[in-house]
T-cell receptor
């Protein structure tokens, strides 16, 4: 059974710092992995999607990597800003079965001005 | 191209009641998935509909049911509400196997 874990559960950093969020999953048979941002009480905003054949994806100050064999992904945020404060969720789509995502419990990020 | 919309935004019900949540898919999308997100947790997959047929179900009891209409909009129905059903309910739509797009969610509170 696929399980997704995110560490740390919460993180507080000063503005301008570079930071790394971690995601691990137990079954390497994935179709893709996606990182989402969620503001309090709101829906999900897709940040980066990495296909199983890819090693990383970049968008602006965000870079996500994928190591399928070790069951790990990282989300790197460069030069963090107070506007980056949110919960970041990692989700994997299994390579077989119903098209669905299995989510981690998220990392709650606070960037201090 | 319109995005995924959900209604209502917020809803308060009492234990034992029934509730219907609605999702309007993005234009051209024929697949809808529903997720439940309890406070402090990641979303959990409830079920998926593809061309009006249920196409997979997560670990939720039968009192969670759904419908997809010919225009591919969808409903999530929950009977005999329990306190633990309080959550944010998210729907996501896609065209076949392509990228899923999530709606803003409906916040359900059960008292």
């Amino acid at each position: 059974k696929q399980e997704v874990t995110q560490i740390p559960a919460a993180l507080s950093v000063p503005e301008g710092e570079n930071l790394v969020l971690n995601c691990s999953f137990t079954d390497s048979a994935i179709y893709n992995l996606q990182w989402f941002r969620q503001d309090p009480g709101k829906g999900l905003t897709s940040l980066l999607l990495i296909q199983s054949s890819q090693r990383e994806q970049t968008s602006g100050r965000l870079n996500a990597s994928l190591d399928k064999s070790s069951g790990r992904s990282t989300l790197y945020i460069a030069a963090s800003q107070p506007g980056d404060s949110a919960t970041y969720l990692c989700a994997v789509r299994p390579s077989s079965g119903t098209y669905k995502y299995i989510f981690g419990t998220g990392t709650r990020l606070k960037v201090l001005a | 191209e319109t995005g995924v919309t959900q209604s209502p935004t917020h809803l308060i019900k009492t234990r034992g009641q029934q509730v219907t949540l609605r999702c309007s898919s993005q234009s051209g999308h024929n697949t809808v998935s529903w997720y439940q997100q309890a406070l402090g947790q990641g979303p959990q997959f409830i079920f998926q509909y593809y061309r009006e047929e249920e196409n997979g179900r997560g670990n939720f009891p039968p009192r969670f049911s759904g419908l997809q209409f010919p225009n591919y909009s969808s409903e999530l129905n929950v009977n005999a509400l329990e306190l633990d059903d309080s959550a944010l309910y998210l729907c996501a739509s896609s065209r076949d196997d392509d990228t899923q797009y999530f709606g803003p969610g409906t916040r359900l509170t059960v008292l």
